[in-house]
């Protein structure tokens, strides 16, 4: 049995070739396909994974007929190395930004609803006071987007922490709850009733998030509940302009936070459904690295986050924000 000292120190000895080839791997399940993408002779590569397990003593892939896998060492290995790769890249990138005299770049992910207005606000503020940072915005759902922010894709998410896989690599600041409504055209069907049951709800198209998200378990199970099955004419998608544009000019429904959508409630262009449809979200928030060294750039995004959600959610409660 290797000694942890001997295989931590393993560890400090891999090049970041070898990662590479660790990754093409994981990606391509074959030692010829990994190779030709890593640009190296199949005999190199299948010396390389020898070298590597060799290194940490333990093994890495299991060969068999059809290709490899990774054991459930090479999977810790290949989401490390995932993250290492990404810190490098984003380094290479953070110096040439300095080099040509800007203050660096910032990674942001963010779910829907604070991706229309938290978000926007806090970039907007980081722009005026340093122009010259990049600032790059990914909106999707929490999941996909947590998992970018532990491979170091990502300096920030604005979302949510769905499970337990690396939360304990996370750090999470609260920021609000995210209920959602029943949103249609102004001039839906359903929108002329003084109320609506689940079974109407049941009865029209659906504009629904992808299998296997929150959400969309959610919305299935909530019409299981009514004795209704889970709509069938669907369109799945995650992007709010095509999901507004399909609201605006089609019977289908949506479940949304309003506040996504408020300019076209304001404008009379969509209308909230009269009906409790008893989908509530986890509060959002913050979430980073345990741990992790910001940029620059990041440092002055993560304040301006913090910032603008200190006066928007204090707005609205002096407001006594309502959806309906």
Known sequence: MVHPDARRLGITRLKT???SLLLYLHEYRSVLRAAEAANMTQPAASKMLAEMESLLGVPLFDRHARGVEPTRYGQVL???????????GR?????????????????IGTVVNPGTNLVPQAIAAVKREFPDILIK??????RPLVAKLLDGQLDIVVGRIM???????LDFESLADEPHVVLARAGHPLAQ???????????????????????????????LEHGQPPP???VETGSLPIIVHLLRNSDLLAALPPESVQFYLQMGQMRVLPINLGVRMEYYGIVRRRNHQLSPGAERVLEALRAASCKLY???NDAGWATA
């Open 17 to 19: 070739r070898q990662l």
């Open 78 to 88: 290949v989401r490390r190395a995932r993250s290492a790769l990404s810190e490098i």
């Open 91 to 107: 380094a290479q990138d953070e110096i040439a930004a300095l080099s040509s005299g800007r203050m660096g770049q910032a990674s």
């Open 137 to 142: 915005v990914e909106m999707d759902y929490s």
């Open 163 to 169: 499970g337990p896989e690396g939360a304990g690599e």
């Open 193 to 223: 009733q003084p109320q609506v049951t689940h079974a109407d709800l049941a009865t029209f198209g659906w504009i629904m998030p992808p299998p296997g998200s929150v959400l969309r378990s959610r919305l299935d199970m909530v019409f």
């Open 232 to 234: 069938q004419n669907i």
């Open 314 to 316: 204090q707005d609205r």
